[in-house]
């Protein structure tokens, strides 16, 4: 059983930058998880934003390429989230995830453990 706890949302103004962290707990294997990062916005589905697997290869959306960076920590046992040159777009709550699952997994369903969420506003 893993427990992820987020933290580092926050209000920005458009261009600015945030770090979203994930602290992970309850298992002695994080270095076993592939991780990732979601976000939802009101009223559309939850999407996938970026992922590093436990070989700590990244993969990342289009709508967030060469601006969010995805990294983890796994002697903190900590996943996190470098958002810069922030959209109003942006704006949402992100979740980590994680799972065990041999694969790259942009889709939620894949996830087995989830965190509460943090909150993200960008303002124009």
């Known amino acids: 059983q893993v427990q992820l706890v987020e933290s580092g949302g926050g209000l920005v103004q458009a261009g600015g930058s945030l770090r979203l962290s994930c602290a992970a707990s309850g298992s002695t294997f994080f270095t076993t998880y592939d991780l990732g990062w979601f976000r939802q916005a009101p009223g559309k589905d939850r999407e996938f934003v970026a992922c590093?697997?436990?070989?700590?290869?990244?993969y990342y959306a289009d709508s967030v390429k060469g601006r969010f960076t995805i990294s983890r920590d796994n002697i903190r046992n900590t996943v996190y989230l470098q958002m810069n040159s922030l959209k109003p777009e942006d704006t949402a709550v992100y979740y980590c995830?994680?799972?065990?699952?041999?694969?790259?997994?942009?889709?939620?369903?894949?996830?087995?453990?989830w965190g509460q969420g943090t909150q993200v506003t960008v303002s124009s």
């Open positions: 590093i697997r436990w070989t700590s290869t990244s």
């Open positions: 995830a994680a799972h065990r699952q041999d694969q790259i997994a942009t889709l939620p369903s894949v996830y087995n453990y």
